[in-house]
């Protein structure tokens, strides 16, 4: 199974990261949770916080199959100005490997310049990263090896997509199945 980053930072959309982590761990992958401080304790937008199984610098030497991460006004501030999230968002670029974001997040992309041309993201951040190629009424936008989303309420159609990618469609239809997921 594949082995994915999701980097928690300060202001994170608690809805989209449980939703990322709990889904793509029930797909049977293994996902490291990491926070962008020295701390494993990450705050999220809703004053929520959440233990991360590492920091992102005890992460930097490992191998990692896709790169996502979670939204948040202010999460999405912090991963936007965290030289080593950018400069890992560039590597995973580099490389070809998956590279996923929902929310506001696809902004963070934006700036490390590895989002394509097609996306959505959370409306009104389109006007901080481009409006040609915006998609407004779809719930994930998939582009090469990009993958975004839109906010909170898509974050299970995301997470659902993302195993579909990683782990074969008859997979994400079983446990959209065994999850009672109706869309």
Not at 12 to 21: C, D, G, N, Q, Y
Not at 38 to 47: P, Q, S, Y
Not at 99 to 119: K, R, S
């Amino acid at each position: 199974m594949a082995k994915i980053l999701v980097p928690l930072a300060t202001g994170f959309e608690e809805i989209e990261a449980v939703t990322i982590i709990d889904v793509l761990r029930r797909a049977g992958n293994s996902i490291i949770a990491c926070s962008l401080q020295d701390t494993l304790e990450v705050a999220g937008a809703h004053f929520i916080t959440i233990q991360a199984n590492k920091t992102l610098k005890n992460v930097l030497n490992e191998e990692f199959d896709m790169i996502v991460l979670p939204g948040g006004g202010l999460g999405t501030q912090n991963l936007s100005s965290n030289q080593m999230v950018q400069e890992l968002l560039k590597k995973f670029k580099k490389e070809d490997k998956l590279i996923g974001a929902i929310c506001a997040a696809p902004y963070a992309l934006h700036t490390a310049g590895v989002l394509n041309q097609n996306y959505t993201c959370y409306p009104s951040f389109e006007k901080k990263i481009h409006e040609t190629g915006y998609h407004s009424n779809e719930d994930v936008v998939i582009d090469q090896n990009v993958i975004t989303s839109r906010g909170p309420a898509t974050a299970m159609s995301f997470a659902l997509k993302l195993v579909e990618i990683l782990n074969g469609k008859p997979n994400a239809e079983q446990l959209k199945q065994d999850m009672l997921v109706k869309h």
